[in-house]
Nanobody, 114 residues
Framework: VQLVESGGGLVQPGGSLRLSCAASGFTFSNYYMSWYRQAPGKERESVAV????????NYADPVKGRFTISRDNAKNTVYLQMNSLKPEDTAVYYC????????WGQGTQVTVSS
């Protein structure tokens, strides 16, 4: 299993970023996919989950209405569109195979600062 995140960076408050996670080594379309984040000094927390077929997704309260998870099963890729970013969104963002596996990407840093 390999998960490779990309798309992080430095953005001003109110800005947007789109994260991608390219998956390989398993049948991507058979698994839920999820995004997590970990801020300095804090535990890793769930951000969003999407089912095998896609759809609206489920979101943590802090990101509801601002973040959108999506997937392209033909490209074995899951995305996280992040809008109206806030300084408290600063964290390393990880994608995860499923919702309980031990398969994680290496993470991508998102920094929201003016």
């Amino acid at each position: 299993v390999q998960l490779v995140e990309s798309g992080g960076g430095l953005v001003q408050p109110g800005g947007s970023l789109r994260l991608s996670c390219a998956a390989s080594g398993f049948t991507f379309s058979n698994y839920y996919m999820s995004w997590y984040r970990q801020a300095p000094g804090k535990e890793r927390e769930s951000v969003a989950v999407i089912s095998t077929a896609g759809g609206a997704g489920n979101y943590a309260d802090p990101v509801k209405g601002r973040f959108t998870i999506s997937r392209d099963n033909a490209k074995n890729t899951v995305y996280l569109q992040m809008n109206s970013l806030k300084p408290e969104d600063t964290a390393v963002y990880y994608c995860r195979k499923g919702i309980s596996s031990n398969s994680w990407g290496q993470g991508t840093q998102v920094t929201v600062s003016s």
